[in-house]
């Protein structure tokens, strides 16, 4: 028992060496719209040739620029009552929260009246597979 608290306290500890900070820290914000990005240094920073260095992304803060429905993945089709007719729901191109696909399913639902008036249900509910992402 006491050679695993050694062991457990030599795995913290370099763990600890290994994730602390080696060098100064430098912090690099970068503004474009294009996908090759670049920056300049000011003050340089001064590289030894016989060194090894690493660079890491800290943080990323971006808009949502970039449209997850788009003409390719924008409709589907659903049957209110078991497969005699289908109607489809075409939502227009944009940056979707599930929420709002959720809303734009339920008004074209209650617009050809497949709504659940006295279930306030529309019985489509699109979710998130937190799983895959």
Not at 101 to 107: A, C, D, T
Not at 119 to 127: G, L, T, V
Request: aromatic share 10%.
């Amino acid at each position: 028992m006491e050679e695993q608290l050694r062991e457990i306290a030599n795995n913290t500890e370099r763990t600890a060496c290994n994730t602390r900070s080696k060098a100064s820290s430098h912090y690099i914000l970068v503004s474009q719209k294009n996908a090759r990005i670049s920056t300049r240094f000011s003050p340089s920073l001064e590289l030894k040739a016989n060194k090894k260095y690493e660079i890491s992304l800290v943080g990323l803060e971006t808009y949502y620029s970039f449209p997850n429905i788009d003409a390719t993945k924008s409709s589907f089709r659903y049957s209110p009552n078991n497969e005699t007719a289908w109607f489809n729901v075409n939502i227009p191109e944009g940056c979707y929260e599930i929420t709002d696909i959720n809303e734009q399913v339920l008004r074209v639902m209650k617009g050809a009246g497949h709504y659940n008036l006295v279930a306030d249900d529309h019985n489509i509910k699109i979710e998130a597979n937190n799983n895959t992402l």
